[in-house]
Nanobody, 135 residues
Framework: QVQLVESGGGAAQIGGRLRRSCAVSVATYDSYVIGWFRQAPGKEREGVAFISSSHDYTDYADSVKGRFTVSADNAKKNTVNLDLTMLTTEDPAVYYC???????????????????????????WGQGTQVTVSS
């Protein structure tokens, strides 16, 4: 059974940075998409960053574009990192990584991004971690 294990920092100051990691415990699928989602109190869960299993494709929500970076961890197999920089008061939330089994991941990144950002397309979820940003 596929599990996603999250790790990394959970607190930083405004303008600071931290890294969240997501390890796929069992690589059941050859092709998939890893998404990072977040949910702040009173708000809906939103997708913020995505990467394909080949690592050739990435995408971001407008709210984090230029500040967050999703990438494969070259030192750890089947691990994806989310680097959060230039943190603002809009970033505190519970952050989750999630995996969607996708036969053709590029199709999710090209053209309309409806499936990419839709949390219901993702079958496996990490445990979620609170990210706090202090002044």
């Amino acid at each position: 059974q596929v599990q996603l294990v999250e790790s990394g920092g959970g607190a930083a100051q405004i303008g600071g940075r931290l890294r969240r990691s997501c390890a796929v415990s069992v690589a059941t699928y050859d092709s998939y998409v890893i998404g990072w989602f977040r949910q702040a109190p009173g708000k809906e869960r939103e997708g913020v960053a995505f990467i394909s299993s080949s690592h050739d494709y990435t995408d971001y929500a407008d709210s984090v574009k230029g500040r967050f970076t999703v990438s494969a961890d070259n030192a750890k197999k089947n691990t994806v990192n989310l680097d959060l920089t230039m943190l603002t008061t809009e970033d505190p939330a519970v952050y989750y990584c999630a995996q969607a089994h996708v036969v053709y991941p590029p199709g999710w990144f090209e053209g309309p991004k409806g499936r990419l950002f839709n949390e219901h397309e993702y079958e496996v979820w990490g445990q979620g971690t609170q990210v706090t940003v202090s002044s």
